[in-house]
């Protein structure tokens, strides 16, 4: 994995290829390369180590131009970072392929390939494809049909893109198990794994579904099913803008997205609350029949997105909804209990999260009421495959460290129990004032947004530190152990998240001097607890950098602190999120690290 572009057109594709690698950049990636037809229909290739401003440069001065092409960004998974590695693959002069996913086999198919004389030159599993593709061209010239036997050797996950000189005047791309686009034009057509790639050439769009292959000219696509019977695919328009991916004044796309989250809290509340009541029909029409039979919520995701389904779990039950909530890579490989009447809910940024979107096919074979996605991208295969799609509109958010993605989930869990609270008893006072405080949610996030500079000073005494200690009680341990994530991921520093009044059963023995201690303080029950868990710490030595709410009073010495005012109780984690997500970014600016890019991470996990 990690990005796939490609195109064919009367025009040079290379400038287009050049771009959407580009914009795919915020998935995360060590390496790049192209691969085109030449004029003389041969395969002409460039690859890189690093950035795509260093392929540019290669590809710049080799002067490569061609109306044919395919072109990656990879995230090692097969192979350390090196060009031998880098995508697109090919197999002598015959074939040229790039790939996202995973093969399993690979290694038995290795063997086999190296056994009939062709020869490696990577350690990837994509190499693999391009061999076998070409071993089976030898007995099956169709170039159709030789994809299709090859891809039913395969074992594993991938979306695949296929070019040859063999058939100079159409792409092949074929999916199972990665998601793969194609953009639609007037006499070109265009291949990627993510729209945002493809916004500045076509707003149009088909989302191939899962064991599709199709066959891209200039003039159209034909798509056959996995049982390679010809169909039509819907044709969707993006109402997702070019622009809306770009970062503007903001020096980061981080940041930026740290600074939209006012409005976009406040598109996710569009149209869905209105007069103190929630609009719950905006669920669509499904939503009513499952949310009325609904006894107990099983909620799958990963990463951020789980840490929001353990905010969720607190909420829900506080309402008597039964919830339990499982890292997606987990659950998909155990014995699961389904009790009655049970909700399926996953939650993903991009919803094509390998484990999250296995975990919710291997569901539908269960004995689940039935599944509902609250999910960032409207074309996604989470929100094509669940019975009811709960969307953040949060919008593109590039930084591969999610912020807005993370704050709009919890709005949309918000609202999903708003809907199971009015069956559970909610009186219609309670509701009123329920949809008032997440009415007030956007101007309380764009008060703490004014910290920002505070919260900077606050950060040059982690500049130099290697570790960091998260607290929380109740729902904001979860926030706590978002809190390290964040700074772990874009600072690099070592950083967990534990309940405070664990303190004692272990966690204590790590403080000392140098020991930062981060933790959320607002005015609620557990309040009195979790101060006396601080003095714990302050009695070892260690410093406390606090977010407490204006009118705690917190009786210790030696702490940092910045006040949070008017915050409502129901709302609080998704407001003291904000002051967390700050200080992990200027702690990793502070540290010189790429705020955007961190190393060794990709924005949308797409393999297992």
């Known amino acids: 994995m990690c990005g796939i572009v490609g195109g064919i057109a009367q025009r040079d594709v290379v400038p287009i290829l050049m771009e959407g690698l580009k914009r795919l950049e915020y998935r995360g990636y060590d390496s790049a390369g192209v691969a085109v037809l030449d004029e003389r229909q041969h395969l002409q290739r460039i690859r890189s180590v690093g950035k795509v401003a260093a392929l540019k440069h290669l590809i710049d001065d080799a002067d490569l131009a061609s109306n044919l092409g395919i072109a990656h960004t990879r995230w090692a998974t097969h192979g350390m970072p090196a060009e031998r590695n880098a995508h697109p693959h090919m197999s002598g002069e015959r074939v040229a392929i790039v790939h996202n996913g995973i093969i399993e086999n690979y290694a038995e198919l290795r063997q086999e390939l190296s056994a009939k004389g062709f020869a490696f030159t990577s350690e990837t599993d994509t190499e693999v494809i391009a061999h076998l593709l070409a071993d089976v061209l030898e007995s099956e010239p169709d170039f159709i049909n030789a994809i299709r036997e090859a891809s039913r050797k395969l074992v594993g996950a991938y979306a695949l893109a296929v070019v040859s000189p063999d058939d100079p ?300 200690l998260f607290l929380g009680r109740g729902c904001f341990y979860p926030i706590a152990m978002e809190g390290a994530l964040k700074l772990k991921e874009i600072s690099y520093i070592h950083a967990e998240a534990y309940p405070a009044g664990e303190l004692k059963h272990g966690p204590l023995a790590l403080v000392d001097a140098e020991m ?52 409502y109780p129901t709302t609080a984690p998704i407001v003291y999120t904000i002051p967390l997500q700050l200080l992990s970014y200027h702690v990793a600016i502070l540290k010189g690290t790429d705020v955007d890019q961190p190393r060794n991470l990709a924005k949308s996990v797409t393999v297992e």
């Open 169 to 468: 005047d159409q792409m092949v791309v074929i999916r199972a198990g990665s998601p793969l686009v194609i953009g639609l034009g007037e006499g070109e057509n265009f291949i990627a794994s993510d729209v945002f790639a493809l916004l500045p050439v076509t707003q149009r769009f088909i989302f191939l579904e899962e064991g599709d292959l199709a066959h891209v000219s200039r003039d159209g696509v034909k798509i056959l099913d996995h049982q390679g019977q010809p169909v039509e695919r819907e044709v969707r328009t993006s109402k997702v803008s070019a622009s809306s991916a770009e970062k503007g004044p903001y020096r980061h796309y981080m940041l930026k997205e740290i600074f939209e989250q006012p409005a976009v809290i406040a598109e996710t509340l569009e149209g869905r609350i209105h007069k103190g009541k929630l609009l719950e029909e905006a669920f669509g029409y499904e939503a009513k029949q499952l949310l009325d039979k609904t006894q107990n919520v099983h909620i799958i995701a990963c990463g951020t997105s789980f840490h929001a389904g353990l905010v969720a779990r607190y909420w829900l039950e506080e309402i008597g909804v039964h919830c339990s909530v499982e890292v997606a890579s987990e659950f998909r490989y155990r014995q699961v209990v389904v009790p009655e009447n049970t909700l399926f809910v996953t939650i993903s940024q991009s919803g094509e999260t390998a484990d999250t979107l296995a975990a919710q096919r291997g569901a539908a074979s269960q004995n689940y009421l039935g599944s509902l996605t609250i999910c960032n991208v409207p074309e996604s295969s989470l929100v094509r495959e669940s019975n009811v799609a709960l969307m953040t509109r949060a919008g593109p958010e590039i930084g591969v460290a999610s912020t807005k993605a993370f704050t709009t989930q919890l709005v949309a869990l918000r609202l999903l129990v708003l809907a199971l609270a009015k069956r559970h008893g909610m009186s219609a006072e309670r509701e009123q004032a329920l949809v008032n405080e997440l009415h007030a949610l956007p101007r309380q996030v764009e008060v703490v947004l004014k910290m920002s500079d505070a919260i900077q000073q606050m950060a040059d005494a982690f500049a130099e530190r290697q570790h960091a």
């Open 516 to 567: 930062p201690v981060i933790c959320a303080l607002p005015d609620d029950p557990l309040l009195e607890k979790v101060i006396s868990n601080l003095q714990e710490v302050r009695a070892r030595g260690g410093e406390l950098f606090l977010f407490s709410d204006h009118k705690v009073k917190i009786g210790l010495d030696h702490y940092q602190n910045l006040t949070l005012s008017d915050i």
